[in-house]
């Protein structure tokens, strides 16, 4: 079964940056949508941000203008670069597929991203 691999989390300062990256482990055809969930101490999972097979991107208002999603067709790799980082951006990050024919949902292990103030 394909898995998905998050990188390039871990403690930034306030105002810094970072880049997350997320890699399947095997082939996923038919993609829909990738996106970036976040999931805060106490709180709900919540989207961040999501890219479809036609290169529409769509932002949590909480990070419009602040993170970019972008993706790597060849490789179906994600990426999210989070610019001008804040405390309450503290949480573990989820990358997720949505393909169809079958409609699956793939859901990476979660990684942890601290913003210090």
């Known amino acids: 079964q394909v898995q998905l691999v998050e990188s390039g989390g871990g403690l930034v300062q306030a105002g810094g940056s970072m880049t997350l990256s997320c890699a399947p482990s095997g082939s996923i055809n038919n993609i829909v949508t990738m996106s970036w969930y976040r999931q805060a101490p106490g709180k709900q999972r919540e989207l961040v941000a999501s890219?479809?097979?036609?290169?529409?991107?769509n932002y949590a208002e909480a990070v419009k203008g602040r993170f970019t999603i972008s993706r790597d067709n060849a490789k179906n790799t994600l990426f999210l670069q989070m610019n001008s980082l804040k405390p309450e951006d503290t949480g573990n990050y989820y990358c997720?597929?949505?393909?169809?024919?079958?409609?699956?949902?793939?859901w990476g292990r979660g990684i942890a991203v601290t913003v210090s103030s």
């Open positions: 890219i479809t097979s036609g290169y529409n991107r």
């Open positions: 997720n597929i949505l393909r169809n024919w079958p409609r699956l949902d793939y």
